[in-house]
């Protein structure tokens, strides 16, 4: 059999991320490894001191930073309650573009396979693959299993 020490679950509170969760925890349980729950805010940039910011302008000011942030992460525990207490898991919370943001943690913790759903949250959900599977599925440096 196959041993994944690491496996990346991109979370973005979907319902595909949920599925993709039940499948990454069963093979995390068979392989004896480390589940790794990672969040991207997708924020263009953040500009500290600034509280309204022009609309359509690509930034956001500090408190909307705040608010993702607080979002992203109460997905990220939404998700680790739903993680067996015997699976090692640890959570990530990073700025960024998702996909770019995603292949670089994969390589920084040297991943050994990602399984993320097949869309997400975006406004193509009724699409096969979303703009992040499709990136991460191209760009990734190990296997990736997409779950619809």
Same mark, same amino acid.
């Given at each position: 059999?196959?041993?994944?020490?690491?496996?990346?679950?991109?979370?973005?509170?979907?319902?595909?991320?949920?599925?993709?969760?039940?499948?990454? *925890?069963?093979? @995390?349980?068979?392989? /004896?490894? $480390? !589940?790794?729950?990672?969040?991207?805010?997708?924020? +263009?940039?953040? =500009?500290?001191?600034?509280?309204?910011?022009?609309?359509?302008?690509?930034?956001?000011?500090?408190?909307?930073?705040?608010?993702?942030?607080?979002?992203?992460?109460?997905?990220?525990?939404?998700?680790?309650?739903?993680?067996?207490?015997?699976?090692?898991?640890?959570? *990530?919370?990073? @700025?960024?573009?998702? /996909?770019? $943001? !995603?292949?670089?943690?994969?390589?920084?913790?040297? +991943?050994?396979? =990602?399984?993320?759903?097949?869309?997400?949250?975006?406004?193509?959900?009724?699409?096969?693959?979303?703009?992040?599977?499709?990136?991460?599925?191209?760009?990734?440096?190990?296997?990736?299993?997409?779950?619809?």
């Amino acid at each position: 059999m196959i041993h994944f020490n690491e496996v990346l679950l991109p979370a973005d509170g979907s319902e595909n991320g949920v599925r993709a969760l039940q499948h990454a *925890i069963e093979l @995390v349980k068979l392989s /004896g490894g $480390t !589940l790794l729950i990672c969040h991207v805010a997708n924020v +263009v940039s953040v =500009i500290s001191g600034f509280d309204q910011i022009p609309s359509g302008s690509g930034y956001v000011s500090e408190q909307m930073a705040e608010d993702l942030e607080e979002k992203g992460k109460e997905i990220l525990e939404k998700l680790v309650r739903m993680v067996p207490a015997d699976i090692p898991v640890k959570t *990530i919370f990073e @700025v960024g573009s998702p /996909g770019p $943001t !995603l292949s670089a943690i994969a390589e920084k913790y040297n +991943v050994d396979l =990602i399984v993320m759903g097949s869309r997400g949250l975006g406004p193509l959900k009724g699409i096969f693959m979303g703009s992040v599977s499709s990136y991460i599925v191209s760009h990734a440096k190990c296997p990736v299993l997409i779950v619809k």
